[in-house]
């Protein structure tokens, strides 16, 4: 399984990116797909999860600013980010929680390159 990620930028305080993340390989399913964040000198955090049935999470920083998405046929998750602030630089990651066979009990897990993004203010 090999996750591609794209659509990182340099953006002003205020702005929008949209960040893309394709899956492709084999596999039986993808459970779960998500985006993480690493900011120099931090530990790296959760931003946002959703579900193969469409259940989202959100970290509270990003809550009512940042929106997953999943299209399952492309087997792409996107992260929607607006009203982008400083604090939201960072390295962007995404990940899958993926079962490679049917009778795989746990998932496994598979990350992206990373992606840059950098809000100026």
């Known amino acids: 399984v090999q996750l591609q990620a794209s659509g990182g930028g340099l953006v002003q305080a205020g702005g929008s990116l949209r960040l893309s993340c394709a899956a492709s390989?084999?596999?039986?399913?993808?459970?779960?797909m998500g985006w993480y964040r690493q900011a120099p000198g931090k530990q790296r955090e959760l931003v946002a999860s959703?579900?193969?049935?469409?259940?989202?999470n959100y970290a509270d920083s990003v809550k009512g600013r940042f929106t997953i998405s999943r299209d399952n046929a492309r087997n792409t998750v996107y992260l929607q980010m607006n009203s982008l602030k400083p604090e939201d630089t960072a390295v962007y990651y995404c990940?899958?929680?993926?079962?490679?066979?049917?009778?795989?009990?746990?998932?496994?897990?598979?990350w992206g390159q990373g992606t840059q993004v950098t809000v100026s203010s």
């Open positions: 959703i579900t193969l049935g469409g259940s989202t």
């Open positions: 990940n899958a929680a993926v079962k490679l066979t049917f009778l795989q009990v746990k998932t496994d897990d598979y």
């Open positions: 390989g084999s596999w039986f399913s993808i459970n779960v």
